[in-house]
Each structure stands twice: as structure tokens, then as C-alpha cells.
């Protein structure tokens, strides 16, 4: 890990010895040949030129300051580094990527559309603009040459000067959609220019925005300075003005007391990025810049009531088709996602249809990534190749929802996985550094991309195709198929498509992998916050492990599990507003110390279920009131990761206790009727379980895990009290003993009061959603019985 860190320390001190021995112009100020010569003397640890020796060693002096480091007053700094004080030639700082994704992504109705904008993008994010750089490293040697061709050749056309100026050491993260590098101060406004245009040219429609500053030397370390260094706010102007409300707003840092801390903390490259942040969010919004084309009016195709239009119904359509299924009509841009979902998803079929049309744009000259391959690589990686494949040789992608869906049990049914990561921008906050955000960059995409993968293998193998309906009159079943889609994997965000049945247990896997990923990779990441799991978790039923070993980072998930003919719109808006469920949780939690992930789903099997969006359909449909003021709330979701463990063990048990399935649905319909009426139903029903061992699994798993009462050894099943409410009020009571008798009477009242106000919720309408969707324990061991007796078939 150290290694890791050291090298990514002499990557930015050779990022900054290029762009200082560069200058400030559009030539540099020592020959090309010099330039490179210093740069692989640099990478390889040896003597560099005589010429740039000078700014090298200002280069490894300003990596070399000290962490804790801080000068109380201007002088000091100045005194102590000179010549970076009076070093004149400015670097150049760049941030930029797509916005608006989802309207790109989601813009068309069809899986392949959709497969083919999220793979246009990644191609770009991921591939194009790191090759700007000359950074290949993505892709096979053999597909390096063709690609770099093809992107030297578009840079030299756009932006003549621009390459030779861009090394890849100026790379400091090029993922989760976006870029942030260091360039030549002269070529600033031109890299921004060149990241916009390539997103429009090659997506023709997609929202890209790019910014840029130039900075001294000195800002890397010590945050924004004036021009005139010494007339900069500093530390003595900041003690005399402590109770400024901007200022306070301006340099509060979170879990910083300390008001000199937290000067301290701002006072860093973060303050850089920042600054680049609010540009970003200004030019985004239309805002115009100095020498800078305006964004004011992005790609515009007219269209007319009397034309025909695309699958997207946006733009006039300008060709047929007639070589695809149903000979759909596409405007350019949809014939573009089209033709990379074919790509990308390793499509056999054939692509006359685009070359027919007469399009200039060439989609076979780069490179364009297959989350599918990267994840076939991975299992032979970390030698998973076996457990996954079970057998199966050459499983090919899922073309189709109806693909997927054929994997579940039953059939017909998916499950769309949104994830994103928590915390995120409080630990940005704390980093100070190009190579600490090199690092947590890094590292973020790799736990994520690492944690899907890990998960996938875990909980799938590969499908046949059996039963289904000839799909755009081509026969598909017999076919291996991977039984998932990956529609992306950017930075900390991740969106899948998988069978319904294995849908809760990829999620937590994704969940506690990520984390676990993280702490191997660095004690930084450990959190050294606690948490009282007796509060936090309402599943008791096995013993929390870890609570003292907290990831300062975490991921909140939404799922939605939902039949394969939802359209994928109106799913993707419904797993993003579970998304956000999901991640309020995890904000609420982290106040009773819990930094771990939540996952919110819901099981919806009539896309009429829903008319306006979850959370109204929570609050006024599954939402009632019993005695006095008690509240009732028929669902439990979200819930922690361990909470989803004991769910899904929970509900196994239902699965495996032969519960009829009529009585589970009366005693569902019977929640409604309240507190009491649900308790005495559900243990009518209980006790009549002929089963002993399957009564006894069931009280344990559902009844003391979930539904233990708080003051006594009883249980109120199938109800779960709020742990939060009757804690406190426990607390008050321990407090009322040491009152007197008339302030304990008024106190006492005070508590009852409390108690009529208390909050009830239940598990058990959402074990009777994903009954069908689980397997019994005895039928288990069999599967892979089963899958081998197939193949050898």
C-alpha cells in the first residue's frame, strides 16, 4: 500500500515539473525532447536534465511539505519556501464530464437503446478522455494502436497543439464520470473545450460541461492565494473575525471543532477543487466565460408533426432499420446507442443496417468496454471462474429483460439494483492533495467495481434459456446465458438489471464487500465511531459482529422488484426514489453512530400499484392509526444491511414452515385491523403449524428476532416496537426515580403520554412480497445437482 502511495506521489510531483518547465505559453519554454527526457528521468528515479533541474527540485520540495505543516503567518511561508513564492508560471487545473445522464440514458424505452447510450458513455469517460493523456491502459495492446490512432487523429483535427502537451501523470481520477487533471496553464480553456466536444460529437446529444483555473504553485498546498500572496486572508484575519456568519459557513469543516482546525483543514488542494466545483455548477447552468463558447444553446434537431420520428419520439427518424428485428426507425443519435448496445453486449447479429444508412461516424475505430467481459476477467482474476460457471462453457450476454427474467424464480420477474455510495462528501472534505484524491478515487472504483462483481458470482451461474417465446423471430432457447445486466459502474454509483429472486442477497453482498474492500485497502477508511446495535438494528436474532470496526464509507441501495414488461422509465424512477429512502435512512442512522449501508425495496407486481411515488403510497396507503395515537406503519423498509440478512433468513423460515399460503395473505389483510386483532391472529395461526421444528424456527427467527417486546420477555408478533422512542422514554423513567412525588406524578404523565404516541411497523407484508421468491432449504442443496444433470443432457 505504501509502494501504491509513493508512486502516486511521483506522479504529481512529475505532473507539476511538466506543466512548470512547460510555462505559461502555447510553446514550451525548453524543447519537447528535454520535456521527455525529464519525465521518464522522474518516473524512473534517475537525474534529470540540467535545464529543468531547478523547477524539478521546486516540484519535490512542494510534495515534500509536511502533512502537518501550517505557517501561523505569510511571512513564515515565504521565509521558508522562496521560490515558490516568486514562482511565476501558473498551472493549469481541469474538471469535467457528462450531466444529466439519466435523461441521456434513459431517454429511449428498450434495453439496447439504453445498453448502448450507458456503454457510449463509459467508452468516453473511461477510454477517450484518458487517451487525450496517452492512457491506454484500459484496453489490449492490440486495440491500443487502432484506438490512439483515432484519438491523436481527432485531437490534431479539433485541437492542433493540445497533445503535445497532455502526458498521462497530468491524469489525477478520470472515473465515475468524470475528469480532474492538471494540464499546461495555456491549454486550460482548450482540454475544457476538447472534453465538451468530444461527449457532443460523439454522443450528438448528451450534456457534457468542462472547467478550468490556473494557479501558483503554492495553492496546490495551501489552497486559493491572492495574486499578491501577502495581502491573502490568513490565519490572524480569521481569529479577529470568528463570529462572521460567511466565514463560519465558509470554513466549518465536519467533525471539527477547532475554528483553527478547521482554517486549516480548507486551506488545502480541496479548496482548488472547490473553486472548480462552483465554475462547474455556474457554466452547467448557462453561464458565460472569457474565451469560452457558450452553453446556452445545446444540440437542437428540429422535428415536424408531419415527419416520421424515432423509438425515443425526439427527433425526425432518417433511416429504417431493415437488417434489425421489427425494423425499427432511428434518428442518428438512438442508430448510435443502437449500434454500441450491439457492440458492447458482443452481439452476433449483424450491423449492415448502420453502414446502410450512410452515417460518417465510425464506432469500429475505438474501443468500446463490456461490463460483461470485464466480469468474465475478474473470476479468473481471483480463480471464481469454477463456482460460477458450474460446468457451462461460454455462457453468452442477456439480449433481453425476458432473458433475464427467464433465470428467476418464478420466471417473469426482475429486479432493477440502484447503489450509491454514503458519506462520500464529508471524507472528500478531508483530503488535502492531488495524490490522496488520485488514491480515494482509485480506490472508491475499484471496492465498487470489485464489490458488483463479487456479488454476481456469489449469488448467480449461468442460465438456459427455457420456455420463452421466440424473440424478434429469433430462437433463443437452449442458450447459456450471464442471467444479469450491468447498465453501469461509475466511481460509487451502480446500476444492475437481475432475476428477481436473487435480487436482496446481491444487493447486501454488494453492500458488505464494498466496505470490507475499503478497509483492506486502508486503515483510513476505519471509522473509529460505535453504535449500540439494540437501537440501530431491529433484527436481534444473531449477535452483531463489528460495530466497533466501522468503513467510514458505506453504500445505501435501492431495489425494485417488478415484472419484465414494467417499462424501464417508470422502473428506473421508482429504484431511484428507493435510492433515496435508502440513503435518508443511513443519514438518520449516522446520529446514533451507524456509518454502515441501508437497502429500501419493494416488490410491485401491477405497474397500476403506484400512481403518484412511494413515499405518498407508504404514508397514506400502508400507514394507519390504532388506539389513541398509536401509529401503525404496515411495512419496515429500508433496512441495515444485518436487518436484510435477518429478513431474508426470516423469511426462509416462512418458506420452509409450509405456512398455507391463504393464511399468510388473511393475516396480512388483518394488519390493518389493528394492534391487537394482528397479534391474536397471528398466534391462532401459529400454533396450528403441525410442524413442531418449523413452530419453533418460526418463533425464533421472526418472533424473538424481530419482535421482542422492550419491557418485558414477551413478544407483540408480528409487530416490531420503535427501539428509538422506548429507549428514550426508559431513559426518562430511570431519570423520574430521582424525582420527587409531585414532579414524578406530572412526569409520569408526561411518559404515558409518550406511550400512546408510540410507533409500531411489521415485517410481515413485506415476507409475504418475496415469499414467492424463495427457495426452500431442502430444495437448495439440489440446484447444483440439477444444472450439472442439464449440462451433461
Known amino acids: 500500500m505504501e509502494k501504491v502511495e509513493m508512486q502516486n506521489k511521483n506522479f504529481i510531483t512529475t505532473a507539476i515539473a511538466w506543466c512548470l518547465a512547460w510555462g505559461n505559453e502555447r510553446q514550451p519554454k525548453y524543447s519537447l525532447e528535454v520535456l521527455r527526457q525529464m519525465r521518464e528521468a522522474l518516473n524512473d528515479g534517475k537525474e534529470v536534465p540540467e535545464e529543468v533541474q531547478a523547477l524539478v527540485k521546486q516540484a519535490q520540495e512542494l510534495q515534500g511539505i509536511d502533512k502537518n505543516f501550517f505557517p501561523q503567518t505569510l511571512n513564515e511561508l515565504k521565509s521558508k519556501y522562496p521560490d515558490l513564492w516568486n514562482q511565476t508560471t501558473r498551472i493549469g487545473l481541469v474538471y469535467g464530464g457528462a450531466t444529466k445522464i439519466k ?18 458513455l463509459d467508452r468516453i469517460n473511461l477510454i477517450d478522455l484518458p487517451a487525450f493523456f496517452g492512457e491506454y491502459k484500459n484496453v489490449t495492446k492490440s486495440i491500443s494502436i487502432s484506438k490512439s490512432i483515432s484519438i491523436s487523429q481527432w485531437l490534431k483535427r479539433k485541437f492542433p497543439d493540445l497533445e503535445a502537451a497532455l502526458i498521462s501523470e497530468l491524469i489525477i481520477y478520470s472515473t465515475g464520470g468524470n475528469i480532474l487533471a492538471f494540464c499546461p496553464a495555456a491549454f486550460v480553456d482548450d482540454l475544457a473545450n476538447a472534453i465538451e466536444k468530444r461527449y457532443t460529437e460523439e454522443t450528438l ?41 460567511l466565514l463560519e459557513a465558509y470554513f466549518t469543516q465536519p467533525d471539527v471543532n477547532d475554528a483553527l482546525q478547521a482554517f486549516k483543514e480548507r486551506k488545502s488542494f480541496n479548496e482548488l477543487v472547490g473553486k472548480l466545483a462552483s465554475l462547474f455548477n455556474k457554466r452547467r447552468s448557462g453561464n458565460d466565460f472569457i474565451n469560452r463558447h457558450s452553453r446556452n444553446y445545446p444540440p437542437i434537431f428540429e422535428t415536424h408533426p408531419s415527419l416520421k420520428r424515432d423509438e425515443g419520439d425526439r427527433r425526425s427518424a432518417v433511416m429504417k432499420a431493415e437488417g434489425l428485428p421489427n425494423e425499427p426507425w432511428f434518428s442518428e443519435a438512438s442508430a448510435r446507442k443502437r449500434i454500441v448496445g450491439q457492440i458492447s453486449k458482443r452481439d452476433d447479429s449483424s450491423t449492415n443496417w448502420y453502414y446502410q444508412a450512410g452515417f460518417d461516424w465510425e464506432f469500429n475505430q475505438i474501443y468500446i468496454p463490456s461490463w460483461v467481459e470485464k466480469f468474465e476477467d475478474f473470476l479468473d482474476a481471483h480463480e471464481l471462474a469454477n463456482q460460477y460457471y458450474n460446468g457451462c462453457q461460454n455462457p453468452e450476454e442477456a439480449r433481453s429483460l425476458i432473458e433475464i427474467a427467464n433465470a428467476s424464480k418464478p420466471d417473469g420477474f426482475v429486479a432493477y439494483i440502484y447503489a450509491d455510495g454514503n458519506n462520500m462528501g464529508g471524507y472528500i472534505q478531508k483530503i488535502k492533495t492531488p495524490h490522496e484524491y488520485q488514491k480515494f478515487s482509485d480506490d472508491i472504483f475499484k471496492a465498487t467495481e470489485q464489490s458488483v462483481y463479487k456479488a454476481l458470482a456469489q449469488h448467480l451461474h449461468p442460465h438456459q434459456l427455457k420456455n420463452i417465446k421466440d424473440q424478434d423471430k429469433v430462437q433463443r432457447n437452449g442458450h447459456w446465458i450471464h442471467p444479469f445486466e450491468i447498465l453501469t459502474i461509475g466511481g460509487d454509483d451502480v446500476m444492475l438489471i437481475v432475476p428477481a429472486d436473487k435480487a436482496l442477497a446481491i444487493a447486501k453482498t454488494i453492500g458488505e464487500e464494498f466496505e470490507k474492500i475499503l478497509l483492506i485497502k486502508s486503515s483510513d477508511y476505519k471509522s473509529d465511531k460505535t453504535y449500540n446495535p439494540q437501537i440501530v438494528h431491529r433484527y436481534q436474532g444473531e449477535k452483531q459482529v463489528g460495530i466497533a470496526n466501522q468503513c467510514k464509507l458505506s453504500m445505501s441501495t435501492g431495489v425494485l422488484i417488478t415484472a419484465e414488461d414494467t417499462p424501464l422509465y417508470y422502473a428506473q424512477k421508482l429504484t431511484e426514489q428507493l435510492l433515496k429512502s435508502a440513503k435518508k435512512q443511513a443519514k438518520d442512522l449516522k446520529k446514533d453512530g451507524y456509518y454502515g449501508g441501508t437497502v429500501d425495496f419493494l416488490v410491485m407486481k401491477s405497474v397500476t400499484m403506484i400512481s403518484s411515488n412511494i413515499s405518498e403510497f407508504r404514508s397514506n396507503g400502508l400507514t394507519k392509526f390504532g388506539n389513541g395515537k398509536q401509529k401503525l406503519k404496515l411495512y419496515a423498509a429500508p433496512y441495515t444491511l444485518h436487518e436484510l440478512g435477518g429478513l431474508l433468513e426470516t423469511a426462509k423460515v416462512l418458506k420452509d414452515a409450509d405456512f398455507p399460503k391463504s393464511q399468510i395473505y388473511q393475516i396480512r389483510s388483518l394488519l390493518e385491523r389493528g394492534k391487537q386483532t394482528a397479534i391474536l391472529n397471528y398466534r391462532y395461526f401459529r400454533v396450528r403449524i403441525s410442524n413442531k421444528e418449523a413452530q419453533n424456527l418460526l418463533k425464533q427467527k421472526f418472533e424473538e428476532a424481530w419482535c421482542a417486546a422492550l419491557t418485558n420477555d414477551g413478544n407483540l408478533a408480528p409487530w416490531i416496537p420503535d427501539r428509538k422512542t422506548t429507549y428514550r422514554n426508559l431513559m426518562l423513567l430511570i431519570l423520574f426515580e430521582t424525582c420527587s412525588t409531585k414532579q414524578f406524578k406530572l412526569q409520569y404523565l408526561i411518559l404515558t403520554l409518550l406511550k400512546k404516541f408510540q410507533q409500531y411497523e411489521t415485517i410481515w407484508r413485506e415476507l409475504v412480497d418475496l415469499y414467492p421468491f424463495i427457495e426452500k432449504t431442502e430444495n437448495k442443496s439440489n440446484s447444483a445437482k440439477s444444472q450439472q444433470a442439464t449440462l451433461r443432457s
Open 103 to 120: 435523461q441521456y440514458v434513459f431517454e429511449a424505452a428498450k434495453l439496447p437503446d439504453i445498453r448502448g447510450a450507458s456503454a457510449l
Open 205 to 245: 446529444t448528451a450534456n457534457s460541461c468542462a472547467v478550468g483555473v490556473k494557479f501558483k504553485p503554492l495553492e496546490i498546498r495551501f489552497g486559493l492565494l491572492n495574486n499578491q500572496i501577502d495581502t491573502t486572508f490568513w490565519v490572524d484575519k480569521y481569529n479577529s473575525n470568528l463570529n462572521h456568519q
